[in-house]
């Protein structure tokens, strides 16, 4: 029985399958002595090196939620400073699931399962996040409808939303989009800063968690999101994925 090269690379726990194609197509891939290409096969018995350094599969799935600090880099590279694997210091290799801009705070998903993340991430599937965000002067009935009915930014129109004001300055905000830092771009357009940003919901996950604390997902919780993402696609071009901000 063999794996494409990069299902087998994400089930290790390295990355996830869209960060494998990167690293294969990088040349710092190889199967043995040879060097990977898109679409290659693992058996079993095989080798597989990233950088030089062999990768195992991992033995067990990990899912975390993660209450992430303002201040804190969503990324797995650890020459990066204040970056997210060095914080939370996982005995285990982990990874991200999607993103969240340094200063904004709250749930931040991070797993070894290389197959969740684009099921969750997939800007067709239309999965939940939710957020709380503070402004930098009073919220009007007209920003709330602008907001909720998409706002041009990054050349498209974002998809329609769901938008709730909580008091003169704080509003609530239910994406299924996730473009690069999203929420601060249609409050600029609108002429309001973001003072403060806040991720409260992914899916069915909800934080409630301390500020830079982390616990395993319960046996309920995964259940119920791996029913969420059982019809989700998998797959499609990179331009698809929601980078979660």
Do not use: W
Not at 171 to 186: D, E, S, W, Y
Not at 213 to 227: A, G, I
Request: charged residues 30%; hydrophobic residues 35%; aromatic residues 6%.
């Amino acid at each position: 029985m063999t794996k494409r090269i990069n299902k087998y690379i994400s089930e290790s726990g390295f990355c996830s399958r869209r960060e494998a194609d990167k690293l294969v197509a990088e040349g710092r891939v190889r199967i043995n002595d040879s060097l990977a290409e898109p679409g290659s096969q693992v058996a079993e018995s095989d080798v597989v090196y990233v950088d030089g350094k062999s990768i195992k599969l991992q033995q067990k799935n990990v899912y975390l939620a993660f209450y992430k600090p303002v201040g804190i880099e969503t990324t797995t590279n650890q020459n990066v400073r204040n970056n997210v694997i060095d914080y939370i210091k996982y005995p285990e290799r982990i990874f991200p699931i999607g993103r969240l801009d340094k200063a904004s705070e709250g749930l931040l998903l991070l797993t070894n399962d290389g197959d969740i993340v684009n099921k969750i991430l997939r800007s067709r599937n239309n999965h939940e996040k939710e957020y709380t965000v503070t402004v930098n002067k009073p919220i009007t009935e007209r920003f709330i409808s602008r907001m909720t009915n998409g706002v041009p930014i990054l050349d498209t129109v974002t998809k329609k939303c769901k938008v709730t004001q909580i008091s003169q300055y704080v509003f609530k905000i239910v994406l299924t989009q996730g473009l690069n830092r999203q929420i601060r771009r249609m409050c600029e357009y609108l002429g309001y800063e973001v003072t403060a940003l806040k991720r409260i919901r992914i899916m069915n996950i909800v934080l409630d968690l301390p500020v830079g604390k982390f616990r395993e997902l319960r046996v309920d919780e995964l259940n119920e999101l791996q029913q969420l993402i059982a019809e989700s696609h998998g797959t499609a071009e990179n331009s698809e994925i929601d980078d979660f901000d």
